[in-house]
């Protein structure tokens, strides 16, 4: 487990940062909820961290973090399905199917988060993370609706 310690932000930290594909259990605010004027995630659910970008300027990191579900996504919604061997990987085998969502994120500062508070689960492979965080990237590019947790 890690030591996780107050940082001066007023988030939380620990001596060992997460890592890209790393699958974290997280409030995750869906984008319409957001827009219905929700201010938090309503569960704790399985979350990728797809991309993690540092702010040498100010010594942050910024996180973008997609869903992961068990329900069969929406027509019209961006997902992918997570093969059985990533499940595994991940640590998702409670879920006999599950579906990384790429159409919205979660964008959120690593250092000044209070979400953060356990170990990861797992972790996707880096084959696998590559073709989310591709169709992750492509769908910011076309309009992929943000969750600004980092207010």
Known sequence: MKAWTASPKGGMTTNKRLRKGDIVLYPYLWADQQESGETEGRKTRPACLALRLHDPKNNIHHLMLVAITSREPAKGRVAIEVPDTERQRAKLVRYPRAWVIVDEYNYDIEESSWYFEAKP?????????????????????RGARRVDRAQ
């Open 121 to 141: 689960l797992g972790a996707f492979s880096e084959p696998f993370l590559r073709q989310v965080t591709d169709a992750l990237r492509k769908e910011m590019r």
